[in-house]
């Protein structure tokens, strides 16, 4: 939805990527998940492994829902798209950018 400023608004955003250094913001969204109803941002290294993403960054936050169990990942998607980076890859090879929206489902 477009807003419309009742004045000139020329600020740069706080959240923009050269602010972050090497780090960048992620969202991470566990899907159909009552209990997140929004996605998490988290701030990590932009060289970070996805191995060390899912690990250390993900699992620790989805596993405030006690039902959580890692290995009951089916599926990550990256915006709207399947999704399978190589565990060795850096986020930023595996395409997961600044601000990147990354979303995962689990089996019941």
């Not at 709207?80 to 929206?101: E, M, Q």
Request: hydrophobic letters at 45%; aromatic letters at 14%; charged letters at 20%.
């Amino acid at each position: 939805m477009a807003v419309k400023a009742l004045y000139e608004y020329d600020y740069p955003a706080a959240d923009r990527a050269e602010v972050f250094g090497d780090d960048q913001l992620v969202y991470v969204h566990w899907i159909g998940n009552p209990l997140f109803c929004s996605a998490a941002a988290v701030r990590v290294p932009k060289d970070m492994t996805w191995s060390a993403f899912v690990a250390d960054v993900v699992t620790p936050w989805a596993q405030t829902d006690p039902d959580f169990d890692p290995s009951s990942i089916t599926g990550w998607k990256l915006f709207d798209d399947d999704f399978a980076p190589a565990d060795d890859a850096s986020l930023t090879a595996a395409g997961v950018g600044h601000k990147s929206l990354v979303k995962f489902t689990v089996s019941n």
